[in-house]
């Protein structure tokens, strides 16, 4: 399983100044259990994943704990984070077409996935790669081993990236907006068959999406996050039933029924706040229908309710001091 | 730093110049000084460049003969400097005859298309059969050697490449917003072309031709060196580097000058060739 | 059918027009010529009957159609004319040439592609000393002229050294070691700039692919950064960098002119220039001939390799 413990990212921009793109998050995903991780463009998901797969852009600097199996990957030299890559954590990405290399046949990376961490010769890979691909639903999987990705649909493409990323049995599955980029009609079966395929091996998964029907639909907990910070995590049940968080909140409110979900953001008034000098108080505060004076001081503490956990002081376990606002 | 009146003229080019990339401004300043060597040449050379002076010949570079002298004693530096002459003139030439063809044409081609383009850039893409070089010595091979015929060579290489990227970049500027307004305004394509695509197409042409002319020094100087363009006893790069191989081991300063000199404008006007891309042509339209 | 044996029949198609054009404007080349293109050719030896019997024997009298068709039909049996000094048939003296231009032009593109596809990979994902080096290197090949650096080469290796003949050439078949002490100065002089150029295209290709996001993709399944660079990027870097090189070749075809002057070799290029200061049209034809078809061929092949590399080019338009 995967523990995240107070990860902080910070990444270099123009000028000498640093964008604090994750700041501070712990959130764990056990195995077989899906976890969404949610919230607006630019919260800092996508970087908390590139945290955890080792992948930060150049220059990044990155300090807490990741634990993979109760190993601390901080520590690892290139080429063993390389081994750990594909192996134990594996990422599927938001667009297939991009993810996939067009001059190479799908077959041949989804082969190579395996031969990057088993010494295996060509013929056996390709056969293992021949039953993955059956097993994410390519059809005639032996005939298509050798198309190049451009002849196959955003969906296809998508099970490919999924077969590859699941090649060696991963403990942790990250999945990045996964079906953002398809077909409404295809996202749901992409979002079954990921499920379907990580249940049955106990792989964990990180769901990112800023999508809250897919939460609805796969996950079975959700971490909120909001500029660069996790505000609010609990069991989906839970947290749809009764957020804690403002923003929580304003996300649910703002989302149409889930029977019809927009692929768009939910609309909440005012600007998400510049992560290169973030607020000092709460970074919800200027958007906050609940702020109140406490709120722009300190930045608001961690506090477990029931069985989640939620950072916002309307909810600290110490009566507030002073008045809210509404 | 006393405020001196600068002509308006003067203030634009130096404004021009500041606005290059800084490597561009290197190639722009050697280029300034190259012209005004060739055109003060009979000021600048020491001596009459086809003098001949038996008792220098073969003479080591000293302060009489800066890049010493050739085996008919005549003084390399002077050659030099004339022989820069006619391959600048030359180089000017061919771009400018290639490049006030590609305008009209490419224009043409990428703002109407259709029947149009196809009758401008069809046979335009038949002189790309040939190589380079073997184009321009297809044309000699016809109308035989010389200065002139080298610059119009040059020209009909540089002619399709040029047009090409005029096409594409009137291409793109005919698809624009502005073109339709317009257009919708009731302006006649002949204005449209003239208020709004030539002038928002000229800038990877302008690049393009600036690189080409680097190449043209080449070129013409490759012609020169195998007879087959500026003839003796008009003095040229080409020529000189033709005529020095003979006594290369004992006076190699015969060789080594004018292939320096090559060299520099073609670095220099490669670099002016980058830089213009940079501010010009951001979607490297020219290649 | 399968896409990729239709693209190969497709472009195969497209060579024949090109090949057409080309073959009617250097069969031109002698028609065009200002004036009696016969008065030329013999110059002071020109007599009424002298250019009578030469235009009869170049057939200059016939139809221009007539006169094409007999000069494709002799091509296409091999037949390509007669010196007009020596009077030997061309096809033997191009027997002779062509090769020699050929070795000249393929080892300095295989030099040149052995050097500059690893050097222009290493600018685009080596330290700042790689970047810097093979800049300077690819601003050195560019800005200076080949025949240039050839004469500063047989002054430098074989002038000073004494270990290298400055110029001469013997037949691969008769002395293969020294067929390529001739061959390594002119080879050396076109492969510098030509790799520069490959250096060039090939550090632009791959940074163009390293910043695209299936190299993360390819980082996240563990694949080794030497094959990510390697095997995937460079793959994907293939189609402009064949295309250069392709390109590059009717520039190399160009030197080899320049280089066989310079190295006193045998081969086409020489040929054409001393044909040419002779007014001997019927060699320039040929030679120019045999030049631009090895060119066209070359396009061809780079046009079918890049396909091959490269499944989105042979697919296009498949449909
Ligand atoms: N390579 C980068 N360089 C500079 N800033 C970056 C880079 N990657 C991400 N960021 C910044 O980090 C923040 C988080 O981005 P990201 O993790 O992509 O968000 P999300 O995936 O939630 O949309 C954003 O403000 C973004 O601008
Ligand atoms: S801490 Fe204050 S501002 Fe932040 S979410 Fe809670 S109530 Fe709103
Ligand atoms: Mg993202």
């Given at each position: 399983?995967?523990?995240?413990?107070?990860?902080r990212v910070r990444i270099p921009v123009a000028g000498g100044r640093w964008v604090e793109a994750v700041d501070?998050?712990?959130?764990?995903?056990?195995?077989?259990?899906?976890?969404?991780?949610?919230?607006?463009?630019g919260?800092g998901?996508?970087t908390?994943?590139?945290?955890?797969?080792?992948?930060?852009p150049g220059g990044a600097q990155?300090?807490?704990?990741?634990?993979?199996?109760?190993?601390?990957?901080?520590?690892?030299?290139?080429?063993?984070?390389?081994?750990?890559?594909?192996?134990?954590?594996?990422?599927?990405?938001?667009?297939?077409?991009?993810?996939?290399?067009?001059?190479?046949?799908?077959?041949?990376?989804?082969?190579?996935?395996?031969?990057?961490?088993?010494?295996?010769?060509?013929?056996?890979?390709?056969?293992?790669?021949?039953?993955?691909?059956?097993?994410?639903?390519?059809?005639?999987?032996?005939?298509?081993?050798?198309?190049?990705?451009?002849?196959?649909?955003?969906?296809?493409?998508?099970?490919?990236?999924?077969?590859?990323?699941?090649?060696?049995?991963?403990?942790?599955?990250?999945?990045?907006?996964?079906?953002?980029?398809?077909?409404?009609?295809?996202?749901?079966?992409?979002?079954?068959?990921?499920?379907?395929?990580?249940?049955?091996?106990?792989?964990?998964?990180?769901?990112?999406?800023?999508?809250?029907?897919?939460?609805?639909?796969?996950?079975?907990?959700?971490?909120?996050?909001?500029a660069g910070?996790?505000?609010?995590?609990?069991?989906?049940?839970?947290?749809?039933?009764?957020?804690?968080?403002?923003?929580?909140?304003?996300?649910?409110?703002?989302?149409?029924?889930?029977?019809?979900?927009?692929?768009?953001?939910?609309?909440?008034?005012?600007?998400v706040p510049d992560l290169t000098d973030p607020p000092?108080?709460?970074?919800?505060?200027?958007?906050?229908?609940?702020?109140?004076?406490?709120?722009?001081?300190?930045?608001?503490?961690?506090?477990?309710?029931?069985?989640?956990?939620?950072?916002?002081?309307?909810?600290?376990?110490?009566?507030?001091?002073?008045?809210?606002?509404? | 730093?006393?405020?001196?009146?600068?002509?308006?003229?003067?203030?634009?080019?130096?404004?021009?110049?500041?606005?290059?990339?800084?490597?561009?401004?290197?190639?722009?300043?050697?280029?300034?000084?190259?012209?005004?060597?060739?055109?003060?040449?009979?000021?600048?050379?020491?001596?009459?460049?086809?003098?001949?002076?038996?008792?220098?010949?073969?003479?080591?570079?000293?302060?009489?003969?800066?890049?010493?002298?050739?085996?008919?004693?005549?003084?390399?530096?002077?050659?030099?400097?004339?022989?820069?002459?006619?391959?600048?003139?030359?180089?000017?030439?061919?771009?400018?005859?290639?490049?006030?063809?590609?305008?009209?044409?490419?224009?043409?081609?990428?703002?109407?298309?259709?029947?149009?383009?196809?009758?401008?850039?069809?046979?335009?893409?038949?002189?790309?059969?040939?190589?380079?070089?073997?184009?321009?010595?297809?044309?000699?091979?016809?109308?035989?050697?010389?200065?002139?015929?080298?610059?119009?060579?040059?020209?009909?290489?540089?002619?399709?490449?040029?047009?090409?990227?005029?096409?594409?970049?009137?291409?793109?500027?005919?698809?624009?917003?502005?073109?339709?307004?317009?257009?919708?305004?009731?302006?006649?394509?002949?204005?449209?072309?003239?208020?709004?695509?030539?002038?928002?197409?000229?800038?990877?042409?302008?690049?393009?031709?600036?690189?080409?002319?680097?190449?043209?020094?080449?070129?013409?100087?490759?012609?020169?060196?195998?007879?087959?363009?500026?003839?003796?006893?008009?003095?040229?790069?080409?020529?000189?580097?033709?005529?020095?191989?003979?006594?290369?081991?004992?006076?190699?300063?015969?060789?080594?000058?004018?292939?320096?000199?090559?060299?520099?404008?073609?670095?220099?006007?490669?670099?002016?060739?980058?830089?213009?891309?940079?501010?010009?042509?951001?979607?490297?339209?020219?290649? | 059918?399968?896409?990729?044996?239709?693209?190969?029949?497709?472009?195969?198609?497209?060579?024949?027009?090109?090949?057409?054009?080309?073959?009617?404007?250097?069969?031109?080349?002698?028609?065009?010529?200002?004036?009696?293109?016969?008065?030329?050719?013999?110059?002071?030896?020109?007599?009424?009957?002298?250019?009578?019997?030469?235009?009869?024997?170049?057939?200059?009298?016939?139809?221009?159609?007539?006169?094409?068709?007999?000069?494709?039909?002799?091509?296409?049996?091999?037949?390509?004319?007669?010196?007009?000094?020596?009077?030997?048939?061309?096809?033997?003296?191009?027997?002779?040439?062509?090769?020699?231009?050929?070795?000249?032009?393929?080892?300095?593109?295989?030099?040149?592609?052995?050097?500059?596809?690893?050097?222009?990979?290493?600018?685009?994902?080596?330290?700042?000393?790689?970047?810097?080096?093979?800049?300077?290197?690819?601003?050195?090949?560019?800005?200076?002229?080949?025949?240039?650096?050839?004469?500063?080469?047989?002054?430098?290796?074989?002038?000073?050294?004494?270990?290298?003949?400055?110029?001469?050439?013997?037949?691969?078949?008769?002395?293969?070691?020294?067929?390529?002490?001739?061959?390594?100065?002119?080879?050396?002089?076109?492969?510098?700039?030509?790799?520069?150029?490959?250096?060039?295209?090939?550090?632009?290709?791959?940074?163009?692919?390293?910043?695209?996001?299936?190299?993360?993709?390819?980082?996240?399944?563990?694949?080794?950064?030497?094959?990510?660079?390697?095997?995937?990027?460079?793959?994907?870097?293939?189609?402009?960098?064949?295309?250069?090189?392709?390109?590059?070749?009717?520039?190399?075809?160009?030197?080899?002119?320049?280089?066989?002057?310079?190295?006193?070799?045998?081969?086409?290029?020489?040929?054409?220039?001393?044909?040419?200061?002779?007014?001997?049209?019927?060699?320039?034809?040929?030679?120019?001939?045999?030049?631009?078809?090895?060119?066209?061929?070359?396009?061809?092949?780079?046009?079918?390799?890049?396909?091959?590399?490269?499944?989105?080019?042979?697919?296009?338009?498949?449909?």
């Amino acid at each position: 399983m995967l523990q995240i413990n107070d990860v902080r990212v910070r990444i270099p921009v123009a000028g000498g100044r640093w964008v604090e793109a994750v700041d501070g998050v712990t959130l764990a995903v056990g195995s077989g259990e899906i976890v969404g991780l949610v919230g607006e463009s630019g919260c800092g998901k996508s970087t908390l994943g590139g945290a955890v797969m080792g992948l930060l852009p150049g220059g990044a600097q990155l300090s807490g704990q990741v634990l993979l199996d109760g190993r601390d990957l901080g520590g690892l030299t290139a080429e063993e984070y390389r081994r750990v890559r594909g192996n134990d954590i594996a990422l599927v990405s938001q667009d297939p077409s991009a993810s996939l290399d067009p001059t190479f046949a799908v077959g041949a990376q989804v082969a190579e996935a395996i031969r990057n961490h088993r010494d295996i010769g060509r013929r056996e890979a390709r056969e293992r790669a021949v039953e993955l691909l059956r097993a994410v639903g390519i059809p005639d999987p032996g005939a298509r081993y050798s198309d190049p990705p451009h002849r196959f649909s955003g969906g296809m493409k998508q099970r490919v990236v999924i077969a590859a990323a699941l090649a060696n049995d991963p403990s942790v599955l990250i999945a990045d907006e996964p079906t953002t980029a398809l077909d409404v009609t295809i996202q749901a079966q992409i979002l079954h068959l990921l499920r379907d395929l990580t249940v049955r091996t106990g792989t964990g998964v990180l769901m990112i999406t800023h999508d809250l029907g897919v939460v609805a639909q796969v996950c079975d907990r959700i971490a909120v996050m909001y500029a660069g910070q996790v505000v609010e995590q609990g069991t989906v049940r839970d947290v749809f039933a009764d957020p804690l968080h403002p923003y929580t909140r304003a996300l649910l409110d703002s989302q149409p029924a889930a029977h019809h979900r927009s692929g768009d953001l939910p609309v909440i008034l005012g600007q998400v706040p510049d992560l290169t000098d973030p607020p000092a108080g709460c970074r919800f505060a200027a958007r906050c229908a609940r702020v109140h004076d406490r709120c722009t001081t300190a930045p608001p503490v961690v506090e477990t309710r029931g069985g989640g956990r939620v950072a916002c002081w309307l909810h600290d376990a110490l009566p507030p001091v002073a008045q809210e606002v509404s | 730093m006393t405020a001196k009146s600068t002509p308006a003229g003067g203030t634009a080019v130096v404004r021009a110049f500041f606005w290059l990339p800084r490597s561009a401004r290197a190639g722009a300043l050697i280029l300034v000084v190259l012209v005004i060597v060739t055109l003060l040449a009979p000021l600048i050379a020491p001596h009459d460049p086809n003098a001949i002076d038996p008792t220098h010949v073969l003479a080591a570079p000293d302060l009489g003969h800066p890049f010493g002298a050739d085996a008919l004693g005549r003084d390399v530096f002077s050659r030099t400097v004339y022989a820069l002459r006619t391959s600048l003139a030359i180089v000017f030439a061919s771009v400018a005859v290639a490049s006030l063809a590609a305008l009209p044409l490419g224009t043409a081609a990428g703002y109407f298309g259709g029947w149009v383009d196809q009758v401008i850039s069809r046979p335009l893409d038949m002189l790309l059969v040939l190589p380079a070089l073997l184009l321009a010595i297809t044309l000699i091979a016809i109308v035989g050697p010389g200065s002139i015929v080298a610059a119009l060579a040059i020209a009909l290489i540089y002619l399709p490449i040029l047009a090409r990227v005029q096409r594409a970049a009137s291409l793109v500027v005919a698809h624009a917003g502005f073109v339709e307004g317009g257009r919708a305004r009731g302006w006649s394509s002949l204005a449209v072309l003239r208020r709004h695509v030539v002038p928002n197409a000229l800038g990877p042409l302008l690049v393009q031709a600036a690189i080409l002319a680097g190449f043209a020094v080449q070129i013409e100087a490759s012609l020169s060196f195998l007879g087959l363009g500026t003839q003796p006893p008009t003095p040229s790069l080409g020529l000189m580097l033709s005529e020095g191989r003979d006594v290369l081991t004992q006076a190699p300063w015969v060789e080594i000058f004018p292939g320096l000199a090559i060299a520099v404008i073609v670095l220099a006007f490669n670099l002016l060739g980058d830089g213009l891309r940079h501010r010009l042509d951001p979607q490297g339209m020219a290649s | 059918m399968n896409p990729r044996l239709l693209f190969v029949l497709r472009r195969l198609g497209l060579t024949i027009p090109v090949l057409f054009v080309m073959s009617v404007v250097i069969f031109l080349i002698i028609r065009l010529v200002p004036g009696d293109p016969v008065r030329t050719m013999l110059g002071f030896r020109a007599t009424p009957e002298s250019i009578a019997q030469v235009r009869a024997q170049l057939h200059l009298d016939d139809p221009l159609w007539v006169q094409y068709r007999d000069w494709l039909a002799g091509l296409l049996h091999g037949d390509f004319g007669q010196d007009f000094v020596s009077k030997a048939p061309l096809s033997e003296l191009l027997a002779q040439r062509v090769p020699v231009t050929l070795e000249i032009t393929l080892l300095s593109m295989l030099l040149a592609v052995a050097v500059g596809v690893p050097l222009g990979v290493r600018a685009a994902v080596g330290g700042r000393w790689a970047r810097r080096l093979t800049e300077g290197f690819v601003v050195f090949g560019i800005s200076v002229p080949d025949f240039w650096l050839g004469i500063m080469l047989v002054l430098v290796c074989a002038g000073t050294m004494m270990w290298l003949p400055p110029s001469g050439y013997v037949p691969f078949t008769e002395d293969p070691g020294g067929n390529l002490t001739y061959m390594i100065l002119p080879v050396l002089t076109l492969a510098v700039a030509e790799a520069a150029y490959i250096i060039r295209t090939t550090r632009g290709a791959m940074l163009g692919v390293i910043g695209r996001p299936f190299i993360v993709y390819l980082r996240a399944k563990g694949t080794r950064e030497r094959s990510i660079v390697y095997r995937h990027a460079l793959r994907n870097a293939a189609t402009p960098i064949a295309t250069v090189i392709g390109i590059q070749f009717g520039v190399l075809l160009g030197g080899a002119i320049v280089v066989e002057t310079l190295f006193a070799l045998p081969g086409v290029g020489r040929l054409i220039v001393t044909a040419i200061n002779q007014r001997n049209y019927p060699v320039v034809q040929a030679g120019l001939l045999v030049v631009a078809t090895l060119f066209i061929l070359v396009s061809l092949i780079t046009d079918l390799v890049v396909g091959f590399i490269d499944p989105q080019v042979s697919d296009r338009g498949e449909s």
